[in-house]
């Protein structure tokens, strides 16, 4: 019998990218009293988790409208009927909301998601308030409303009936071509000028796409919506964000060229935010996917932000500073001339005028129908 120890499997690190998700990093939640860093010591018991499956659970919170006074948006108003987003878009800006639910905004952001199964009656109550004044509501400000599960929860479809009923102004952001299953509904809004839809693009590469957002809809999937929406009659518009310097705005007039040629109205175009914890996300990121370009493309937002990766000031967040940013703008300006379209701004600006507030108990029938 032999005394030798027998040779040990050479360590296994956890995998540089999960399938279908759009960061391995899952740091401790910002308000934990403790913080845990995974360190490799050799002694792998198992094999990682590659595919870590999506975990359903209840926003129990009693508010379904958010607002908000900040002076650079252009609405005071949203509703996200999911919290968190399957999409895994690893540049979203509202990953770092996770933490204020004791999770992470890493891995946890994009499988750990919430939702309100009473969210059309929350809103309901909310417009039947006395004092409610009705102004566009914005779904899709936070998170994705059409993201992978509302095709099996159906929360943004019920929200969109509510509105109807009360003649409610509702502009829609998202990147997913599920909001074609809602055109009758978006149609009826349309015909009162109650609705736009705001399809984002952030690429036409489909290689970059999938490594930036890989449960989107592919760019070209995602033209194909807004030629849909606009031969429907819906006011659709394009937002080419985040424009990430260095790595996406060589696409910018392309995707410009294309909104217009599927027959899209408008367009916009946000510099990429990296607040808090987003920052060494995306840092990790570009580093395990584009090593070669990484430091520049920091390099280039650095260069946009006066030095740090983010800044937070009103009237700059949106847009950035310096040379790099204005000759972004520049170009995207050109752009939109070149191509007959208005400014995103302007699909914000719907009408309130039929608004009417809805009966809190549906059942009940409306003294006017």
Known sequence: ?????????????????????????????????????????????????TDPRTELGIDASRSIISHNDSPDIPFDRSVNPYRGCEHGCVYCYARPTHAWLGLSPGLDFERRLFHKPDAAAQLRRALAKPDYRPATLVLGANTDPYQPIERRLGSTRAILEVLLEARHPVAITTK????????????????????????????????????LEPRAASPQRRLRAVEDLANAGIPTGVL?????????????????????????????????????ELKDLFSDWLRTHYPQRADKVLSLIRQCRDGPLNAAAFGERMTGTGPVAALLQQRFGLALRRHALARQDSGWQLSAKAFRAPAVDPRQLSLWD
């Open 1 to 49: 019998m032999s005394d030798q120890i027998p040779e040990q499997p050479a360590p296994r690190p956890p995998p540089a990218s999960l399938r279908g998700r759009g960061t391995n990093m899952n740091p401790d939640s910002r308000y934990d009293a403790h913080s845990r860093h995974a360190v490799d010591d050799g002694w792998w018991q198992s094999e990682p988790d």
């Open 176 to 211: 997913s071509a599920l909001v074609l299953r809602d055109l009758p509904l978006l149609r009826e809004l349309a015909a009162a000028d109650l609705v736009a839809v705001q399809m984002s693009i952030t690429t036409l590469d489909a290689e970059l796409a999938r490594r």
């Open 240 to 276: 080419v964000s985040p424009l990430i310097p260095g790595l996406t705005d060589q696409d910018m007039e392309a995707i410009v060229a294309a909104a217009a040629a599927a027959g899209a109205v408008r367009a916009g175009a946000l510099l990429v935010r990296l607040p808090l």
